[in-house]
């Protein structure tokens, strides 16, 4: 155990412990309601608990408190009131399914914790887990059964089995079924080895080996094709959802109690469990088990420090790799999880912490953080308390900090606020808040606040405020003295607030807008933002680099998109003749600074979209040549370095907007085969086909639609208002789980295939063009959801019509 916590934080018990004395007197002071409401809570777990056999002796009270049924009828599911359980989150993770059975493979070659030897008559003897075997094998799992009968009668467990296997199991086979138990693969699964291998699972009563095997059989039968092959393949299951199965498996031996050889005390409860498997989740439990402690051999174990459902939910999470999470639960978890060094658990409650902070909870998230010392926590934290500095400000908890702290956030230039008189504000609401204690600490507060900044009549607000009315005459001289030199200062660079994004901005391609056709230039230049500047008042710049050029023709109206941390530029137009459309495509790693060449679709296209889904890069719909558009679709697989067609859209479409939302592709507007401008929501299924949604309130196409806070914003482009294309200023959201459309702020200026982004949580829309005047749109424009409002943070470089923008991580090398 004292291996176990030599990597935990130096602190790290006192830190937990007052932590979690303080939220214990958050709850009794919260009142009988509170308390009430918790006693609900673990009654319904503690009868949950009985379902899954583990013993508490308060469960029967549920059934006469709540009505909870009283025989075996299932699992109750945990139906509280109305916001009882508001901001709860269930979080899983992807990974660990395959990194605890390659943890348990480890143990297997290692010899560790193996409880089960299965002997073939050759002579060879092959060692494993009962509980990893027995997810697979139906005969394992009989043993298991009747091995805990026994345990019941005469109270011992624990005991290590040995399987003595007939003559029709060789060494080879039987190497198979324990190699697809801890993969989800049989590496050696051939045509000269199916036999031995169907031959163990006949044996072992092993149905998915089986399964295997006949799938392999049915492919190697003469007259199949290349197709009829594909789609068995399709049929079966992969590896990593083999391993999903197994665990869910294993997840059911423990609720059934089948072969679990340890028995965890937490309080007044007992919970039953595989060491092994605790082991291979837990540090701490590996430590136990395997380092010949006295805990090793015990049965029943306590633990200490750790909470009757903490310990539940830990459980869970080792077997289900999920976690049901909220903030009231979140920070005593960390805790415990770093105590006991359980990853999965401490994995999903980090995901938590940084994808459901918010302006009520930064705060908490960076104190919590910077007393555990966890410093990538602390830096997202504290990037998001300067990103929404405005709303963190009017918060209660922004009261609580220390000057220190605040001074920190203060000084920064990477704070991000309207104006800096949204700063001056904020010190303000921070001294109010204990005024007689906090006075001195105004002078060196203020320093930090940058007057040159502001306007004059923002700064006539400065004045209007009197933090010293209750003080001397000298303490407000000093202030205000303070606050008028600087404000007098020259607007000189070292006043400006200059924020680096950790993503940059990226600008690909594009055009410039000439009345001669033959004097246009399109681009193959490519820009970054790779800094914000605030100005004087509202007045917002960016600071543009040049990041390099295609290795290609230049082009616009093209499509981009971002995989798998690479760049990927497709189609477009190189000019305007009738056959200037491409279909060539290339991708860029920003790591190593390179391009490489893609294989070509099948199709030209420009004015269309590119999308990931899952690991394919879907191209939908354009223009192929300048009077005809397209409904076909096409799918880049990066592996393979290949295009191939799927299910066509249900009309040709050009001009179109397409995100991707929890795996399925939206398209919005665009021009149909006659370019008349939409006014659909399709949704996309590349194997289902299309269907229609809710309409949107105006017609629209050549414009932007992103992806912000599981709402979609579309904005820009042109309209059928008249008989002839009308720019279209408004702007409008769409809900996809209400398929409910609502308008927000218009925009101020038009912008005809203008580029869009997402970047630090608000929508960028760049430059464009007036189909008024045909003019060009050379501003950008941001779009903040907290505030509804549209704000113009600086000028386009270079080329800005028929331009297309991306997010991308960037190496430090290539922003300095």
Request: charged share 25%; glycine share 8%.
């Amino acid at each position: 155990m004292e291996l176990a916590r030599q990597q935990l934080p130096i602190g790290w018990e006192e830190r937990w412990r007052r932590d979690k004395e303080r939220r214990k007197r958050v709850i009794e002071e919260g009142g009988e309601k509170v308390k009430e409401e918790n006693r609900r809570l673990r009654w319904i777990k503690a009868y949950n608990d009985n379902r899954m056999g583990v013993k508490h002796s308060v469960w029967q009270e549920c059934t006469h408190k709540f009505g909870l049924p009283e025989e075996d009828g299932g699992r109750v599911e945990r139906k509280e009131e109305k916001g009882c359980e508001e901001g709860k989150r269930t979080y899983h993770s992807a990974t660990y399914t395959k990194q605890v059975f390659q943890t348990l493979e480890d143990f297997r070659h290692a010899s560790l914790l193996t409880d089960l030897t299965l002997s073939t008559q050759d002579g060879h003897h092959l060692c494993a887990h009962s509980p990893v075997l027995a997810a697979v094998s139906s005969i394992i799992y009989s043993k298991l059964l009747e091995q805990e009968q026994e345990q019941e009668q005469d109270g011992h467990g624990g005991r290590k089995t040995r399987i003595n296997l007939g003559p029709e199991v060789s060494h080879l086979g039987l190497a198979a079924v324990l190699d697809f138990a801890y993969t989800g693969a049989i590496t050696n699964l051939t045509r000269d080895t199916a036999a031995q291998v169907r031959a163990a699972a006949q044996a072992l009563e092993a149905p998915r080996v089986l399964e295997l095997c006949d799938g392999m059989e049915r492919t190697d039968k003469g007259g199949h094709g290349d197709k009829d092959k594909e789609e068995e393949r399709k049929k079966r299951l992969s590896p990593p959802e083999q391993l999903e199965t197994s665990l869910q498996a294993i997840k059911q031996l423990w609720i059934e109690r089948v072969g679990c050889d340890v028995v965890l005390e937490a309080q007044e409860r007992e919970f039953t469990a595989h060491r092994v498997l605790l082991a291979a989740s837990s540090d701490y439990f590996r430590g136990m088990f395997t380092s010949g402690m006295r805990e090793s051999q015990e049965r029943s174990i306590t633990v200490p420090c750790l909470g009757d459902e903490e310990l539940e939910v830990f459980l869970h999470c080792s077997y289900s790799a999920s976690l049901d999470l909220t903030w009231d639960q979140v920070f005593d978890l960390v805790c415990s999880a770093l105590q006991f060094q359980i990853q999965p658990a401490l994995s999903l409650c980090l995901d938590f912490l940084k994808q459901e902070m918010d302006a009520d909870s930064c705060l908490d998230v960076a104190s919590f953080a910077e007393a555990y010392g966890m410093r990538d926590l602390l830096e997202l934290a504290d990037d998001y308390v300067l990103r929404h500095f405005q709303e963190v400000s009017v918060t209660p908890k922004f009261q609580d900090l220390s000057a220190e702290k605040l001074l920190e956030y203060l000084c920064c230039d990477g704070l991000c606020a309207p104006s800096e008189l949204t700063v001056f504000r904020a010190v303000v609401i921070w001294l109010e808040a204990n005024l007689p204690g906090r006075l001195p600490q105004a002078t060196r507060l203020m320093k930090s606040v940058r007057f040159p900044l502001m306007t004059f009549r923002e700064f006539c607000e400065v004045r209007a405020i009197n933090l010293c009315m209750e003080c001397s005459a000298n303490g407000e001289v000093e202030l205000y003295g303070m606050a008028f030199k600087d404000f007098g200062i020259s607007n000189s660079e070292e006043h400006f607030r200059v924020r680096r994004p950790k993503d940059a901005l990226v600008l690909i391609g594009g055009d410039q807008l000439n009345p001669d056709t033959g004097l246009r230039i399109p681009s193959r230049q490519l820009w970054f933002a790779n800094a914000l500047r605030s100005r004087v008042g509202l007045v917002k710049d960016i600071e543009w680099r040049m990041l390099g050029e295609l290795p290609d023709q230049a082009r616009f109206r093209h499509g981009v998109a971002i995989m798998a941390g690479k760049l990927y530029v497709v189609g477009g137009c190189y000019f305007y003749a009738k056959t200037d459309t491409m279909k060539s495509g290339f991708s860029y790693d920003p790591l190593q600074n390179t391009w490489q060449k893609i294989a070509d679709m099948h199709e030209p296209r420009s004015n269309f979209t590119v999308v990931v889904r899952g690991n394919g890069l879907y191209a939908i719909g354009g223009d192929k040549d300048i009077n005809t558009n397209l409904d076909s679709v096409e799918v880049f697989c990066p592996e393979s370095n290949s295009w191939s067609f799927t299910r066509p859209l249900d009309q040709a479409l050009s001009g179109h907007a397409a995100v991707v939302w929890k795996g399925e592709i939206f398209i919005s507007g665009g021009l149909n085969c006659e370019y008349k401008c939409l006014v659909s929501m399709l949704l996309y299924h590349p194997e289902k086909g299309t269907v229609h949604l809710s309409d949107m309130a105006h017609d629209r196409a050549l414009h932007c639609m992103e992806s912000l806070g599981g709402r979609f914003y579309v904005a820009g482009g042109v309209c059928n208002f008249r008989k002839f294309y009308t720019d279209h200023l408004g702007c409008e959201v769409y809900d996809p789980v209400e398929d409910s459309w609502c308008t927000i702020a218009p925009l101020p200026i038009p912008h005809v295939g203008a580029a869009s982004a997402i970047l630090e949580e608000k929508l960028y829309v760049l430059g464009g063009y007036c189909q008024e005047d045909y003019s060009e749109s050379r501003l950008v424009h941001r779009y903040d959801p907290t505030t509804g409002r549209w704000l113009s943070v600086g000028k386009m470089a270079g080329p800005n019509t028929d331009i297309r923008a991306c997010v991308l991580r960037l190496p430090e090398q290539l922003r300095k």
